[in-house]
């Protein structure tokens, strides 16, 4: 009787005890089923009040921007290095496609500054009331102290003495100007200069420069931007060539065909100092600008000096040599300095041709191990003239009414007079030019010879162009040319439909 007292005591206390355990563990189960909806709501809220603030500091820095354009940014490290270059600086940017301009809103946008002054990006700016004008200036990287190397042209006779006015993380800088007049002007009025700002300690790597007169004291009135301020670990340019200068010009066909062989040959980016041009011309420009193929520099030197049409002073009235031809291939020279591996300087009616290759991507190693690195490659011209007998073999008769030449129906070359001098164009590293001139180059950053001319029998020029010669002129067939039209015939046929010239 007590052991089944004992027993029914003990299963009672055991019945109590489990249901108040399973009391809890249901009241635990629900207090668990009432709090996870509870920490969702709580880490939903918590999300969208960061997401709020998140939004709010966006447009607190784009404020903040607008009203402080001076303010420079922090730029990431770049470790990679270029291997034509010692010591490169980081990169941050490569150069951007340039695309015709247009205007999506009905109000300007407001004009760029920079130090609190107004931005001009473009050639041509005067220097004060001196007859000095600007063309662009551009860092230099292959000297022991970093230089800007600004293009100017500048009126010989007129004794200045130039400062650098830099823009330095929002503070201006200035410094004394060296400048030299270089020696190819061929006695006209004007000519090329170079104008070099060394860069002080307490200035880095300045955004925006203006060159001054030393004796002015006022405020500058505008900066320039100062380019090639990063390089690039990788160019983005085997071959640019440098076209000077686009005046007056009508031939399409010309155009088109030499555009074309330039994309055979090797080149990727074709830079052409434009004077002016007609409207077919320039339908043909923007085609290959839309693509980034070409760039487009307004050359608007005759609104501010009188420049001559032709090369000898004697011959041709104006103040400057040959509408400004040599300081725009010495400002295409430092503008591709760290963009392009090589630039050829010639004419839009130039084509050099390799004879042994066919593009200039296998015939310049060919010459580096010829002739070396440290020198330009000179072209002999030979000259191809319109006012020769045609030869018909690819006469294209859907071409017939687009205003131009054929080039390919004109094989015949003049022979070469060894009296006279050839004018000769070249391919050179950038990195090697100080000066250039139209043809060839007055200095290299290598003493001793600048560059050397390369044996006709590897690779010469072929000049298209109108041109009177003797009667008795016994012209040379060469017809190397058409090696190349199986590709050139289709290529141009696709831009003259693209841009309305010809039909399907």
Not at 136 to 147: C, I, L, N, P, W
Request: glycine fraction near 4%.
């Amino acid at each position: 009787m007590l052991i089944n007292s004992v027993a029914m005591f003990s299963k009672g206390k055991c019945d109590v005890k489990y249901n108040r355990l399973k009391s809890e563990s249901e009241a635990n189960a629900s207090n668990k089923r009432i709090c996870a909806p509870k920490i969702f709501y709580f880490f939903a809220i918590l999300f969208l009040v960061v997401f709020i603030i998140f939004i709010y500091m966006q447009d607190y820095f784009k404020t903040f921007n607008a009203k402080a354009p001076n303010v420079k940014p922090i730029l990431q490290k770049n470790e990679s290095k270029d291997t034509d270059l010692p010591n490169p600086p980081p990169s941050t940017h490569l150069p951007s496609v340039q695309t015709p301009h247009v205007d999506h809103t009905s109000t300007s946008p407001p004009a760029p500054k920079a130090c609190g002054v107004q931005v001009k990006d473009s050639p041509m700016i005067k220097v004060g009331n001196f007859h000095t004008y600007v063309i662009g200036s551009y860092m230099d990287y292959r000297f022991r102290e970093k230089q800007i190397k600004t293009t100017a042209i500048v009126l010989r006779q007129e004794q200045v003495k130039y400062r650098c006015v830099m823009c330095c993380e929002g503070r201006n800088v200035t410094s004394p100007a060296e400048y030299i007049i270089h020696s190819d002007h061929f006695g006209f009025e004007y000519g090329t200069a170079t104008i070099t700002c060394h860069i002080s300690s307490p200035c880095s790597i300045p955004t925006h420069v203006a060159i001054t007169a030393r004796e002015i004291s006022e405020s500058i009135t505008s900066f320039q931007p100062v380019r090639n301020r990063d390089v690039p670990a990788v160019f983005p340019f085997k071959f640019t060539i440098c076209i000077s200068v686009m005046y007056d010009y009508k031939n399409v066909l010309n155009l088109v065909e030499s555009m074309e062989m330039f994309r055979l040959l090797g080149a990727q980016r074709v830079a052409i100092y434009k004077t002016n041009c007609d409207s077919d011309i320039q339908k043909v420009l923007d085609y290959y600008v839309k693509r980034g193929f070409v760039e487009i520099i307004p050359w608007t030197i005759k609104k501010h000096i009188n420049v001559s049409s032709g090369w000898r002073k004697d011959l041709s009235s104006g103040q400057l040599h040959y509408y400004g031809q040599i300081p725009a291939l010495n400002d295409c020279i430092y503008r591709y300095m760290y963009q392009s591996h090589y630039v050829a300087l010639h004419d839009i009616d130039e084509l050099i041709l390799p004879l042994k290759v066919k593009t200039w991507t296998e015939l310049l190693p060919e010459l580096e191990r010829i002739y070396g690195t440290t020198v330009g490659f000179e072209f002999e011209n030979n000259v191809f003239s319109f006012n020769a007998k045609p030869h018909m073999e690819y006469k294209q008769d859907k071409w017939k009414n687009v205003p131009g030449w054929n080039i390919l129906n004109y094989i015949e070359r003049i022979p070469i007079n060894p009296s006279a001098f050839n004018n000769y164009k070249v391919i050179v590293s950038p990195r090697l030019v100080l000066k250039a001139t139209v043809h060839g180059l007055l200095e290299t950053v290598n003493p001793g010879s600048t560059t050397v001319r390369v044996s006709n029998s590897i690779a010469r020029m072929y000049h298209s162009k109108n041109f009177i010669y003797p009667q008795n002129t016994n012209l040379i067939r060469d017809d190397h040319l058409w090696d190349y039209a199986k590709d050139l015939i289709p290529a141009v046929s696709k831009v003259l439909q693209d841009c309305g010239f010809i039909e399907a």
